[in-house]
């Protein structure tokens, strides 16, 4: 496996040295043909899987018949897809069934739209004096990388040398009610938050924070922001995580999952007395609302509607807790916190960065990304099935092992050879996927134990050995979008790889 170049490309990343080139539902493989279970998905982007049957059909229907308008002209995706927002999201907001949709990007967009909307709000409804507009914002928070937003943060990797910042934010610590309470003045137009933290490590806030905040925010008139893009959409097992507490908030900004891994899409629903003061002329995007990305949010949030999903992210998520819990028990991880089929798991620093241990794993054939030094953040596609999740595991077992034993991301099982699965059966090598004459995987009887019942169909994923199937190229009319044949209920093979070199030295 070769060392990853940047070539052209300015140095903004410093990806693991893998180079994916193709991917189905939540297995990739490398240019080399080794294979990979992704658990980072697209930082949730992916929660559906790679390549979903439903949204690549809905994509290549609309391709063939308009992409992009402007929001110039109207087309006939655009109000499709903003009802359906209203109609699975709305509800789950404040603003209900009259919820407004404000269709943009990207999630830092999305983010962006909510400011300028709570802000203007403030100045034109509840009357603060122009200009002197202030949101309360956490400490540890991340809400995208433009100038504005990286002012909001206290990561110095993310903040330091972009200055000077906007002003009108006050920071305060994430899950501390009480300073929020002392934040708030008569200028505090909205406290914008993420339910769970995702980028600082998956940080959960006390059980009364978000009840706390909805009741303070209520009570004073102010806007209660919610911040989505990560933890909405399924992965929490709910359909934002906000409903972990019962809590409505007045606005939410929704993306990644909801571009289902095939295009940017982002939006911000909520309070229509909030989103109209957002006339013709303040606010927009060329490609917010294009007919593409409508078609494929659609999609994706036909595939929420029926809860699949959501359940099996809950189901799911009880298993990987379970397992962490474990491994915090003998010592090989500091600390961990899950929530739904979304984890942050802590390394002891003596054993290793977590670049090191993402490395371990990458040699073993799981995907996986470290934030702030000695976290990692697990995130699978919300379609895994518990023999996978299990495999998964094992392997994070094993290689936190490796690093203890002081093998590093070479060392302990696997050594030198082809041998890397947690059962101990060496993996065979590979040989290049065929085209035909596919033999179908034998299925396993659904269970209790690794599925969650459902009425959907179901079929297998391919095989280790074999193609990704090619995509659908076009959808059936009859078939609804929501289709979740996608999701396996088989047995699983270990990742393959084949003669896979070490990792070089300069991968660190």
């Not at 085209?435 to 297998?460: C, M, Y």
Request: charged fraction near 20%.
């Amino acid at each position: 496996m070769a060392e990853t170049t940047h070539g052209a490309l300015a140095p903004t990343y410093h990806p693991l040295p893998i180079t994916i080139a193709r991917a189905h539902g939540t297995h990739v493989w490398d240019t080399d043909g080794n294979e990979f279970l992704d658990f980072l998905s697209g930082y949730s982007a992916l929660n559906f899987g790679h390549l979903h049957q439903g949204l690549v059909a809905a994509a290549m229907t609309q391709l063939r018949q308009v992409t992009l308008t402007s929001r110039a002209f109207d087309h006939d995706r655009l109000e499709e897809f903003a009802q359906r927002l209203v109609e699975v999201v709305g509800p789950l907001t404040t603003g209900g069934e009259d919820s407004l949709v404000v269709p943009m990007n990207t999630g830092a967009e999305a983010v962006e739209t909510a400011i300028k909307a709570v802000r203007k709000w403030g100045y034109d409804v509840r009357g603060v004096p122009a200009d002197q507009a202030t949101i309360i914002v956490a400490g540890g928070n991340f809400h995208g990388r433009t100038t504005t937003l990286v002012g909001l943060s206290d990561d110095p990797v993310s903040h330091d040398g972009f200055g000077p910042f906007a002003p009108g934010f006050v920071r305060v610590p994430f899950g501390d009610l009480a300073a929020v309470a002392d934040a708030v003045d008569d200028t505090t137009v909205a406290v914008l938050m993420e339910p769970v933290q995702g980028e600082a490590g998956v940080v959960v806030p006390p059980d009364d924070f978000w009840p706390g905040l909805r009741a303070l925010t209520a009570e004073k008139n102010i806007a209660l922001v919610a911040d989505e893009v990560q933890s909405g959409l399924g992965r929490t097992g709910t359909t934002l995580a906000c409903e972990l507490w019962d809590v409505q908030p007045d606005l939410v900004c929704l993306g990644k999952a909801l571009g289902g891994g095939i295009v940017a899409v982002s939006a911000v629903v909520g309070k229509p007395e909030i989103l109209n003061v957002l006339t013709p002329g303040t606010h927009g995007s060329t490609f917010g609302g294009n007919p593409l990305a409508c078609a494929v949010g659609v999609a994706a949030l036909d595939l929420l509607s029926t809860g699949q999903y959501q359940a099996r992210a809950a189901a799911s998520g009880k298993v990987l807790q379970e397992r962490l819990d474990a491994l915090v028990d003998q010592g090989l991880l500091t600390g961990s916190r899950c929530v739904g089929l979304w984890a942050g798991i802590d390394v002891d620093p003596s054993l290793g960065t977590g670049r090191e241990l993402c490395e371990a794993l990458l040699e073993r054939g799981v995907l996986a990304k470290d934030t702030h030094a000695s976290t990692i953040r697990l995130s699978p596609p919300l379609s895994i099935v518990q023999p996978e999740l299990e495999m998964a595991l094992d392997i994070l077992e094993e290689s936190l092992v490796a690093l203890r034993d002081g093998g590093g991301p070479e060392g302990g099982p696997g050594e030198g050879s082809e041998d890397g699965g947690s059962d101990g059966e060496a993996r065979a090598e590979v040989e290049e996927p065929k085209e035909a004459e596919v033999d179908e995987p034998a299925v396993e009887e659904p269970t209790a134990s690794n599925t969650v019942t459902t009425d959907a169909p179901a079929s297998e994923a391919p095989s280790s050995d074999t193609e990704a199937p090619e995509p659908a190229q076009e959808a059936d009319p009859g078939t609804p979008s929501a289709d979740t044949s996608d999701i396996p209920d088989a047995k699983v093979t270990p990742p393959r790889k084949r003669r896979r070199s070490k990792l070089s030295p300069a991968a660190g």
